[in-house]
């Protein structure tokens, strides 16, 4: 599963470019400057590693080792749109949408797995339930979807119709590219 392919790959998941990390570099790896991280993986496999994959494995260690994803609305746009392979630019204000969410949520998920048990999910801060809900709001909900339950949602008058349409998309969505992962990882073996 863990060779050079998956760096050169632009689509390669983000959790999958943090195991193949962990498994060359080990843990010590996720402290590393990201310049010297990408110049051992550039030096090591003799590539040239494209930004969108440094970039996720960077969202990816952020998701690992810190709570920034769970409580800065701009980090967790920042991770869902590069766990859905958008890259990001700075100076461009490009706010999430639901399939975005959907895609950051699976791929976070994926990567916290192990310090989650089977009955919880990410715990977030109040401002990243808030601007979620926003989204899921814009999608067409009134209520929280199913894979983010903790959503805040607007409080607006006339707007109790929920379409389970649209939570069934999301939850396929999460569930399909969980399942991408998953294969990508079975075709590396």
Known sequence: MFNRDIYKDPKAPAFVLLATTIKKYGMNSLEYE???????IEKDYNI??????????QAAIIV??????????RVFETCCHLFHNEPVDADVVNPLDAEDIAVGLAEATMIKAD???????LDFDDEIR??????????????????????IMPSIPGSAINDPDKNDALRELFDGH?????NYIEKQA
């Open 115 to 121: 310090t989650l048990d089977t009955h919880s999910e």
């Open 130 to 151: 808030a601007y979620a809900g926003q989204v899921f709001f814009e999608y067409g909900m009134s209520t929280a979807p199913f894979i983010f339950r903790s959503a």
């Open 178 to 182: 969980s399942e991408y992962i998953l």
């Open 64 to 73: 690992m080792t810190t709570d920034h994803f769970y409580n800065d609305w």
């Open 34 to 40: 990201p310049e010297l991280l990408r110049n051992e």
């Open 48 to 57: 040239k590693l494209p930004d969108i994959n440094m970039d996720k494995l």
